[in-house]
């Protein structure tokens, strides 16, 4: 199986999950760094909570946010466009001018492919590993001009409950 249709079916594989968790680091250089842990609730939910102490609730085209010492607040999410959608999370082939399948590895519980995915407009590079048995991507690198990040994503359609916040003080409760 070539690269490209690695990415395609991991893409599929990650747009049907019912939930899932992805841990962000993002830095663009020494003296910065942000963390972030992230939630997924199919069809329409996402929350997030930084190491900054911002948190945010996003239901469709809802979105609740606070950061550390403000008060809380209720807004449209995303500028009036259509809300937010899990699908929409997984968008690595608009970022795939360029695949190559890098590597193949057998580990003890099966076989991960390692995937390169560039695009020169941005410029932007991303590296994929993908677990083959279930076609899930479980890491993410990506390189942008001064901007490097890593991600981990895991518990993969397990119970998850994302709801609209009862007291805009009580945003994320993990």
């Known amino acids: 199986m070539r690269g490209r249709e690695i990415l395609r079916r991991a893409q599929a594989t990650m747009r049907a999950l019912r939930s899932m968790r992805q841990r962000e680091r993002l830095t663009s250089g020494p003296g910065s760094f942000?963390?972030?842990?992230?939630?997924?609730e199919a069809p329409d939910r996402f929350s997030y909570a930084t190491n900054s102490g911002a948190q945010s609730v996003v239901i469709g085209t809802r979105q609740w946010s606070r950061?550390?010492?403000?008060p809380g607040r209720e807004d449209r999410y995303g500028g009036g466009g259509p809300g937010f959608t899990?699908?929409?999370?997984?968008t690595w082939t608009s970022y795939a001018q360029e695949v190559r399948l890098l590597a193949i590895e057998h580990t003890g519980g099966g076989s991960i492919a390692r995937l390169a995915l560039m695009s020169p407009g941005t410029p932007l590079w991303y590296r994929l590993t993908v677990d083959l048995s279930t076609f899930r991507v479980t890491r993410v690198r990506m390189i942008a001009g001064?901007?490097?990040m890593s991600q981990r994503l895991y518990a993969f359609n397990e119970p998850l409950r994302i709801e609209a916040p009862r007291h805009?003080?009580?945003i994320n409760k993990h």
């Open 34 to 40: 942000a963390a972030t842990e992230y939630r997924l």
């Open 67 to 70: 950061t550390r010492g403000e």
């Open 86 to 90: 899990t699908r929409s999370w997984f």
């Open 146 to 148: 001064a901007h490097f």
């Open 168 to 170: 805009i003080g009580h």
